[in-house]
Nanobody, 126 residues
Framework: HVQLVESGGGSVQAGGSLRLSCAAFGYTHSTSCMGWFRRAPGKEREGVAVISTGGGSTYYADSVKGRFTISQDNAKNTLYLQMNSLKPEDTSMYYC????????????????????WGQGTQVTVS
């Protein structure tokens, strides 16, 4: 079992930055694929950024490429999402996700792939 706890959300003006953190507890050594999703009110959950924890390969949604960076600190069992040049359309609840399975190659991440989820952290850009 893996528990994920997000932090770092908040309110920021357009153009600003935030860094989200996701602390993982439990069988974290077995997690192979971790990522960030977001869901705005009335919209589907969207895969924002995903990382293969072993090889480090990453995926970014087109809407965040060049602005967001996903990274991991294995020593701290923590996943990060650095968000720069934030836009009002980035306003969402952001969720951390993890699974024991390896991230597929050449994929568009979908929520059904991930077994473990955090409770979410709100990001509001005005």
């Amino acid at each position: 079992h893996v528990q994920l706890v997000e932090s770092g959300g908040g309110s920021v003006q357009a153009g600003g930055s935030l860094r989200l953190s996701c602390a993982a507890f439990g069988y974290t050594h077995s997690t192979s694929c971790m990522g960030w999703f977001r869901r705005a009110p009335g919209k589907e959950r969207e895969g924002v950024a995903v990382i293969s924890t072993g090889g480090g390969s990453t995926y970014y949604a087109d809407s965040v490429k060049g602005r967001f960076t996903i990274s991991q600190d294995n020593a701290k069992n923590t996943l990060y999402l650095q968000m720069n040049s934030l836009k009002p359309e980035d306003t969402s609840m952001y969720y951390c996700a993890a699974d024991f399975a390896s991230c597929p190659t050449d994929w568009v991440p979908y929520s059904g792939f991930f077994r473990y989820w955090g409770q979410g952290t709100q990001v509001t850009v005005s």
